[in-house]
């Protein structure tokens, strides 16, 4: 027992160290490794998981059913979801009343991410997952991604795998552990548990899995439609703040990167403290009224049931449609069900700026009609920009033109990300992280300038930053050990 003690240090004895200097060694081991090999085996393991997608019209899909008085479709099982009509009225703001379809989905499902170190350096183990809506078919996911209808086989399909990871974390390392919302424009109150489990197991790795470091899965992030929603949500979570990150990263110049390795360090040369942070989201929270009522969905005002379809009478924002699915490498084989396609790419952009030497991030408070508290932290622009051709101009975003023409030499990050493809079909947003001199006014009730360190403390806990701002918190944390670059 001794010298298997001394060989092979223990999980807790490795807990000694700071899990954010473990991250960043992660992260600096791949960053700069080449990811051809991986894109390789991605590109191998598409040719035996695809999806065959197939628009179909609502009243036509298997197992679904349309309620008579209501018009609210959902699965025959009472699981899954269904999709529901709501009312939004927002006294003050821009847009003050609208109604729209939205996705009841009640369950909280697991996004989990597996980790095991090799070498002294920890690794990750990813799946590469189809999903009907998702581009391409094939994104890189969790381990496990799974809704609590799908882990439990209300669908009759096989088990997901390593679930057991998750469900029981007793005997393994719990590195983030956190429930977090999806789109509130388009889920009613929808929350996954997001975590990263640390086991000194030995895993079978199966078809379709591989173990990568954090700075593999940075470089990828650079990469289109490659790195799905669910994982980058899974990744913003992880704990990657400390004031001894330069130590690990490597001694950088004076330029961007050694302020975003200052703002994901020590606390000290923000602006605001995380207390007056916590105050300001608790204002917004408090003078904002946003009621949210649960409507039925047949004669929805301004929506328009036709052609097998659900669809704003202006002919912009989204369709409720149906799919027919043909899945290879899934629990199950085929499927149908209703899905959210939105029109137009949209634009999720957080514009940072240089303060005493940390970077800072410009953050939102925004208003959705399907968030639980009324409030989250968003990117500084997030929008369809075509949308707004239709809305009055006080709704227009206040840094839309600042992002959309934005110098080349200040774009810091550019890459077109998909969104859930479970839920979605081929939704894309460009994420951008853009380097500007604007002016913020230091008791703005809608914008605040935080530092990667405070972001990454406010998603310690639910609710605070929404999952397009979780989605650039990992795109800023693969700029912490240099450039991505494409393979």
Same mark, same amino acid.
């Given at each position: 027992?001794?010298?298997?003690?001394?060989?092979? @240090?223990?999980?807790?004895?490795?807990?000694?160290?700071?899990?954010?200097?473990?991250?960043?060694?992660?992260?600096?081991?791949?960053?700069?490794?080449?990811?051809?090999?991986?894109?390789?085996?991605?590109?191998?393991?598409?040719?035996? *998981?695809?999806?065959?997608?197939?628009?179909?019209?609502?009243?036509? $899909?298997?197992?679904?059913?349309?309620?008579?008085?209501?018009?609210? /479709?959902?699965?025959?099982?009472?699981?899954?979801?269904? /999709?529901? +009509?709501?009312?939004?009225?927002?006294? +003050?703001?821009?847009?003050?009343?609208?109604?729209? @379809?939205?996705?009841?989905?009640?369950?909280?499902?697991?996004?989990?991410?597996?980790?095991?170190? #090799?070498?002294?350096?920890?690794?990750?183990l990813m799946q590469a997952k189809v999903e009907p809506g998702n581009v391409g078919g094939l994104q890189l996911s969790p381990t496990v991604q799974a809704t609590r209808s799908n882990y439990t086989r209300v669908h009759g399909g096989r088990p997901v795998p390593y679930l057991e990871y998750f469900l029981d974390t007793e005997d393994h390392h719990i590195v983030a552990d956190v429930r977090q919302s999806e789109q509130g424009s388009a889920f009613l109150r929808k929350r996954n548990r997001n975590m990263v489990?640390?086991? *000194?197991?030995?895993?079978?790795?199966?078809?379709?899995?591989?173990?990568?470091?954090?700075?593999?899965?940075?470089?990828? $992030? *650079?990469?289109? %439609?490659? $790195?799905?929603?669910?994982?980058?949500?899974?990744?913003?979570?992880?704990?990657?703040?400390?004031?001894?990150?330069?130590?690990?990263?490597?001694?950088?110049? =004076?330029?961007?990167? %050694?302020?975003?390795?200052?703002?994901?360090?020590?606390p000290s040369g923000t602006l605001h403290t995380l207390g007056e942070l916590l105050s300001w989201i608790t204002q917004a929270r408090s003078r904002t009224d946003v009621r949210t009522a649960r409507v039925p969905l047949a004669g929805l005002p301004g929506?328009?049931?036709?052609?097998?379809?659900?669809?704003?009478?202006?002919?912009? #924002?989204?369709?409720?449609?149906?799919?027919?699915? =043909?899945?290879? +490498?899934?629990?199950?084989?085929?499927?149908?069900? @209703?899905? /959210?396609?939105?029109?137009?790419?949209?634009?999720?952009?957080?514009?940072?700026?240089? #303060?005493?030497?940390?970077?800072?991030?410009?953050?939102?408070?925004?208003?959705?009609? +399907?968030?639980?508290?009324? /409030?989250?932290?968003? @990117?500084?622009v997030q929008c369809t920009p075509a949308n707004y051709e239709l809305l009055p101009p006080e709704a227009r975003p206040r840094f839309l033109d600042t992002v959309l023409g934005a110098p080349r030499e200040s774009i810091r990050y550019d890459t077109v990300l998909s969104e859930e493809g479970g839920r979605f079909h081929h939704a894309r947003n460009r994420y951008l992280i853009v380097e500007t001199d604007a002016e913020v006014r230091p008791d703005d009730p809608e914008f605040r300038w935080c530092s990667l360190h405070q972001l990454v403390e406010l998603l310690r806990h639910s609710h605070y930053l929404n999952v397009q701002a979780r989605s650039l918190v990992a795109c800023l944390h693969s700029l912490l050990s240099g450039p991505a670059a494409r393979p």
């Open positions: 027992m001794t010298d298997t003690f001394r060989n092979r @240090p223990s999980l807790a004895l490795r807990r000694r160290r700071p899990i954010a200097l473990r991250l960043a060694e992660s992260a600096a081991a791949g960053a700069f490794a080449d990811t051809a090999d991986v894109v390789r085996w991605f590109a191998e393991y598409g040719k035996r *998981a695809y999806t065959r997608t197939e628009r179909v019209p609502l009243e036509e $899909l298997k197992d679904w059913k349309q309620d008579p008085g209501t018009g609210d /479709i959902s699965h025959h099982s009472g699981k899954f979801f269904s /999709i529901e +009509g709501v009312e939004v009225h927002v006294p +003050g703001a821009p847009v003050a009343h609208w109604s729209q @379809p939205i996705i009841n989905q009640p369950e909280v499902g697991i996004l989990g991410i597996l980790a095991k170190e #090799f070498d002294g350096v920890l690794h990750f489990v640390e086991t *000194a197991d030995d895993v079978h790795v199966r078809d379709g899995f591989r173990w990568l470091t954090l700075g593999q899965l940075h470089r990828l $992030l *650079a990469l289109d %439609d490659l $790195l799905n929603m669910d994982a980058r949500t899974v990744l913003a979570c992880l704990p990657l703040a400390h004031p001894e990150l330069p130590s690990v990263h490597g001694r950088p110049d =004076e330029g961007f990167r %050694d302020a975003l390795l200052r703002s994901a360090g020590a929506w328009q049931h036709r052609d097998g379809r659900i669809s704003h009478e202006s002919g912009r #924002f989204f369709d409720v449609v149906g799919v027919s699915v =043909e899945a290879g +490498g899934r629990e199950v084989a085929r499927w149908s069900q @209703p899905m /959210i396609a939105p029109y137009g790419t949209g634009v999720a952009a957080f514009l940072v700026r240089r #303060f005493r030497g940390v970077l800072h991030i410009l953050a939102h408070t925004r208003v959705e009609a +399907g968030y639980l508290d009324v /409030i989250e932290l968003a @990117p500084t």
